[in-house]
């Protein structure tokens, strides 16, 4: 597999926290001047071989939306959990110091979105309908290449990436899949269905999502960014997006790092509640 040696690099951060942007100036100060360095938050604007985001996993899901052209990220983790933004302050320094020798690119499937023939922004984590109204059901009908898959009311749905298994679908009650795996994860939410359950389909499948509830407006989101108005007479199609995600690979194992993140997520609330 290609090496890339990164010659122009790019840091992107979103807020103007003072710990996100001491991390910044630290950042710089570990890339010196062994590399080009243009710090922003406006992406259009940057022309360079990898980026560092500094902040949460919505700094890396804005950041990917709003990309021209695909860039491997590497996320530096100032939020809360982190799964894509998979490096602490901590470790930053010994994998910045692994990148600037060059790095492998691992890549990530998204969705793409298809509203009424209108292509919407891709999913890196997955794409969510849900009910416009609280305590109120949506009923639909999901069809995996034309074959009906479920005729359910719920909350609503969370179509996921492997990537976004680990997001809002794990906390639906979905699997923790390896992102190594050319598929994409269904989630029901709330479904008044005991026989509802969560399923994976291959990466190829092609998903077509039909309201049935005229009357029951929902709300289509993409990855926490993007919202849409989602009505009866919609059509809503869902497929692996041609485009995947490129990100610096860490060497971090999937599994290790989902073990560690839970692990810390559960031992950090334990002591909040003690």
């Known amino acids: 597999m ?112 298809m509203h009424n023939n209108r292509e919407l922004p891709q999913a890196m984590n997955e794409v969510v309908i849900v009910t416009s109204m609280p305590a109120k059901m949506v009923h639909y009908k999901i069809f995996v290449d034309d074959n009906e898959l479920e005729t359910i009311r719920a909350d609503g749905v969370v179509f996921a990436t492997p990537t976004g298994s680990t997001a809002y679908a794990m906390s639906a009650g979905g699997p923790i899949v390896d992102p190594r795996l050319n598929a994409i994860i269904i989630v029901p939410l709330a479904p008044f269905k005991l026989s509802s359950r969560p399923s994976i389909i291959s990466g190829e499948s092609t998903i077509r999502f039909e309201p049935l509830s005229s009357g029951k407006d929902s709300t289509l989101i993409i990855d926490g960014q993007h919202t849409q108005p989602v009505t009866g007479e919609d059509s809503i199609i869902i497929k692996q997006s ?24 559960r031992v950090g609330n334990d002591v909040h509640n003690g």
């Open 2 to 113: 290609t090496r890339i040696k990164p010659e122009r690099i790019g840091i992107v951060h979103y807020h103007q926290y003072s710990q996100i942007l001491d991390m910044v100036e630290q950042v710089k100060k570990i890339i010196g001047d062994r590399a080009d360095v243009t710090v922003s938050s406006d992406m259009d604007s940057l022309d360079v071989d990898v980026i560092i985001t500094v902040g949460g996993d919505g700094t890396i899901l804005r950041a990917i939306q709003t990309m021209e052209k695909p860039v491997p990220v590497l996320g530096i983790n100032m939020g809360a959990l982190g799964f894509l933004t998979n490096v602490d302050p901590e470790g930053a320094e010994s994998v910045i110091e692994r990148m600037l020798e060059g790095f492998e690119v691992d890549r990530r499937s998204r969705l793409t979105v």
């Open 242 to 265: 041609p485009k995947p995600a490129l990100f610096v690979d860490t060497g971090i194992k999937f599994f290790s790092r989902v073990r560690n993140k839970l692990v810390e997520w």
